[in-house]
């Protein structure tokens, strides 16, 4: 007889079972059953036990071969498995095709930003993951390669669930959140960045979003030009320093002037002229809305 097993789509690297059962159907006697030698140990597995079959209705009169399918790659996969018989050989087909799991971002990103807010003051932010596998996909989070840390020992970053199951077809929010105890002293390039890693197993494309935090001191700030140059501070002794220095400053004292460098790096011909874009912002502290002003 010919007969198929199908395991149907199946994660590449998830082992699936199956079990196969062999059955005596004769009234009267006794059918040793052995198996052909079987080549297909890298995607198919089988394992059993070979007794004799008992005639039908008594005791031993069945005898069950546990298969297992593991595709090693995606593609489809068959193989036959072939058992001898003293009447005639009974052929079974196993079918299956391995699948990677697929989970992507909505919408693609390789970067968040999570600025421009009072430190001590947390910003959330969602990000969508999507499963496009036909069958559900477990997720888990990792946070990473952390530039600098908060002065109070608190992580900035965080995100919320860090593991999950995704059923086929669905989506899992994941929420981002930022929170800096303190203004990045020398500007924009030092402020808060660390990775994000979503790792699915056996998915071959990594999920890995590099997340941006940027807090401020006051209310006013201002963004797109070159801050004073940024100098290594391995022991934060001269950043320590300074923040203490501004936060013994009352604001009748506090300096309120912001020295930044505006570099136009496009060539222009003589008459011509060109642009770039400075952003001067107003961060809410502590749910009080005031106004700002500024003077270039």
């Known amino acids: 007889g010919f007969y198929t097993v199908p395991f149907g789509q ?12 062999i059955r005596n159907i004769t ?5 040793d059953v052995k198996m052909l030698p079987f080549d297909h140990t890298n995607t198919f597995s089988i394992t059993s036990t070979r007794v004799p079959l008992h005639p039908k209705g008594q005791k031993g009169d069945h005898s069950v071969y546990n298969v297992d399918f593991s595709p090693p790659h995606e593609g489809k996969f068959a193989a036959e498995m072939v058992l001898k018989t003293p009447q005639v050989p009974i052929r079974v087909l196993l079918t299956g095709e391995g699948m990677s799991p697929r989970m992507v971002l909505e919408p693609h990103t390789n970067e968040v930003e999570l600025t421009d807010t009072a430190m001590r003051q947390p910003v959330e932010h969602t990000l969508v993951l999507r499963n496009t596998s036909p069958f559900e996909l477990p997720f888990e989070c990792f946070l990473e390669a952390l530039n600098r840390g908060n002065f109070n020992s608190s992580a900035p970053f965080g995100v919320h669930p860090k593991t999950g199951l995704v059923p086929a077809g669905e989506t899992q929010e994941l929420l981002v959140s930022f929170c800096g105890d303190h203004e990045a002293v020398f500007g924009t390039k ?15 494309q990594e999920l890995v979003v590099k997340l941006v935090g940027r807090s401020w001191e006051r209310g006013m700030f201002i963004v797109g030009g070159d801050l004073p140059e940024w100098l290594p ?4 002794t001269r950043t320590c320093q300074q923040f203490k220095e501004r936060r013994n400053k009352t604001p009748e ?3 309120n002037l912001v020295s930044m460098t505006v570099t136009l790096e496009e060539e222009v011909d003589c008459g011509g002229e060109t642009e770039k874009t400075i952003r ?6 502590n749910e009080v809305n005031t106004n700002g002003d500024f003077t270039i």
Request: aromatic share 4%.
């Open 190 to 204: 030092d402020m808060f960045t660390q990775l994000l890693r979503i790792v699915v197993p056996n998915q071959p």
């Open 10 to 21: 199946v994660p590449v690297g998830k082992v699936v079972h199956r079990a196969v059962t």
């Open 280 to 285: 001067v912002g107003n961060v809410t502290i």
């Open 253 to 255: 004292t506090a300096d």
């Open 233 to 236: 501070d391995p022991y934060m």
């Open 27 to 31: 009234a009267d006697e006794v059918v």
